[in-house]
């Protein structure tokens, strides 16, 4: 499941999942969330650094049996 929590980033927080996207608006927190993801072994999406990723995920846009998958870099 998703839980959203309205509170600041602790480096706690990455521990026990099996995926982990870093998305704030806020450079240091998505780096500090991909860097302690990495160093788990934990998927890490980050949003604002692609080289900071381990996986990245395109943008989707589907129209019956077409679909399109767009990404850059």
């Not at 706690?12 to 999942?17: I, K, L, Q, R």
């Not at 969330?33 to 080289?51: E, F, K, N």
Request: net charge negative; aromatic share 4%; hydrophobic share 50%.
């Amino acid at each position: 499941g998703v839980s959203v929590a309205l509170r600041p980033f602790a480096d706690a927080d990455v521990a026990g999942h099996s995926l982990v996207c870093a998305c704030t608006n806020v450079r240091e927190v998505n780096a500090r969330v991909g860097a302690l993801a990495r160093a788990a072994g934990i998927p890490v999406a980050v949003a604002d650094r692609q080289d900071e990723s381990t996986f990245y995920m395109p943008a989707i846009h589907r129209d019956g049996a077409l679909v399109v998958a767009v990404g850059t870099g």
